[in-house]
DNA sequence: CATAGCACTATGTCTTGTCAAGCACTTGAC
DNA sequence: GTCAAGTGCTTGACAAGACATAGTGCTATG
């Protein structure tokens, strides 16, 4: 590991980025804001524990805006900040690999 | 977790590009092909048996080809199939969200 | 002939993510 | 009024994953 690349951005976000659930979180944020349960289900799986540590992470590098709309009954919103929101060039450089290479697997339609 | 996610090329991708290390050694390959250990010093301190197992994994998704220059002296060189180049559309984004986003907020230059 | 390089594998440890449960409270059904 | 189900989390084991480190077998260089 040497110098350089500790103050490289591009190590930097990579390191960010390849955190367990974080592009998911950010994927499933981009269609729209969302609740933590909600959220935490539509991102597939994420345990509440790890998804609140990622929020908490995602919140300081200010990707993500956390909103508390009423304490008691609990209710909260996620959305992206508009740093956060230029990460959809990064959704959509996946998306468009995975359709290109991931997508082959159809092969279904067996016959008999 | 619901079934969609499951057979999302989308979703599975980012399953794997999250997985530690995994960008990291794709953009060390989108530079040039290199030997294991070689790889490893530039990737950036990633231990032996971890990127081994990457490799693995990444070559059995043919994203990455191994070749075996000779066996006793050990000599192997990793490049990337054309699958593994197309990523370089995800690195870029990547690349591109990190000058933008976090380049300012590194603040260091502490004085004394 | 000692050292350093190559490509890894094997080991034990430590960090991370996961699971299940629970908290405090509201809402809606009965 | 009581019950189940929802909200947004936190806590405390536990398992999986990554870590540093050492070692293998061999060559090439000093």
Not at 6 to 29: A, G
Not at 61 to 79: D, F, I, W
Request: aromatic share 6%; net charge positive; glycine share 6%.
């Amino acid at each position: 590991m040497n110098d350089e690349q500790q103050f490289c951005p591009v190590y930097q976000s990579i390191n960010l980025l390849q955190e367990k659930w974080v592009l998911h979180i950010i994927r499933t944020l981009l269609e729209e804001p969302r609740g933590f349960n909600e959220l935490s289900r539509a991102v597939g799986g994420c345990n509440p524990a790890t998804l609140a540590q990622r929020l908490d992470r995602l919140e300081e590098m200010g990707l993500v805006k956390k909103t508390v709309h009423s304490v008691m009954p609990p209710r909260t919103t996620y959305q992206l900040t508009p740093a956060g929101r230029d990460l959809q060039g990064v959704i959509d450089a996946i998306d468009r690999w995975a359709r290109q290479h991931l997508n082959i697997p159809v092969k279904a339609a067996s016959p008999r």
